[in-house]
């Protein structure tokens, strides 16, 4: 079945600890997102993909770095996390002349 | 002013009653339109979209789209308190393919 995943869906993690956030889709779309959303508040973009090999920043300022060496994988690294990060990270795909945009679970990360 | 604004509500509707949903964007040169419902510590799942005037319905939701004035609405007919949830307007605008969020509306469906 076509899906997009995202592991963990939890971390607690402490100060200063490299972390990555793995997202990967089986929907065969080129384009991949990331977007940051703090409890009641906007979702705010992060990063995005076109394709392999292609990924800018996006509008809201973040430490975090993203790649795209395969199509279905866009991963998110934070050298050294902060509590400043905790916020829950969401990742989405898209296909399509529209840009209907599909949503993984999320990640919830807590730096203590 | 904000590219995308909703009422962040909360918006509280009867069960069985009609709730509407206001959303206005900045950039006139948008294309397409997408609503979102997120339940609380979940993420946003796509409803419907929308990208020529008029009416689009699915099931019990109706988007209206007036590219003159705008805004986007959205309409739950018969609404059920599972519909209570944020409800996200997102607008892709003219140039690319990101989308910008509004704040979402919170509605209520009281039984």
């Known amino acids: 079945e076509a899906d997009i995943y995202q592991t963990p869906r939890y971390l607690v993690i402490g100060t200063g600890k490299k972390i990555t956030l793995e997202c990967s889709q089986t929907?065969?779309?080129?384009?991949m997102y990331w977007y940051q959303q703090d409890p009641g508040m906007e979702l705010h973009l992060i990063h995005y993909?076109?394709?392999?090999?292609?990924?800018e920043k996006g509008d809201l300022s973040s430490e975090s770095t993203v790649s795209r060496i395969r199509t279905e994988h866009f991963p998110l690294t934070l050298e050294s996390a902060r509590p400043s990060h905790t916020s829950q990270y969401l990742c989405?795909?898209?296909?399509?002349?529209?840009?209907?945009?599909?949503f993984g679970p999320g990640t919830r990360l807590t730096v203590l | 002013q904000k590219e995308v604004e909703q009422n962040s509500g909360p918006l509280s509707v009867p069960e069985g009653a009609i709730a509407s949903l206001n959303c206005t964007y900045s950039d006139r040169g948008s294309q397409s339109f997408f609503w979102y419902r997120q339940y609380s510590g979940k993420s946003p799942e796509l409803i419907m979209f929308?990208?020529?005037?008029g009416d689009k319905e699915d099931g019990r939701f109706t988007a209206q789209l007036n590219k003159a004035s705008q805004y986007v609405s959205l309409l739950i007919r018969d609404s059920q308190p599972s519909d209570s949830a944020t409800y996200l307007c997102a607008v892709r605008g003219a140039a690319g393919n990101k989308l910008t969020f509004g704040g979402g509306t919170r509605v209520l469906v009281k039984p």
């Open positions: 929308i990208y020529s005037n």
């Open positions: 929907m065969g779309h080129d384009k």
């Open positions: 993909s076109y394709g392999v090999n292609s990924t």
């Open positions: 989405a795909s898209s296909e399509g002349d529209y840009n209907e945009q599909f």
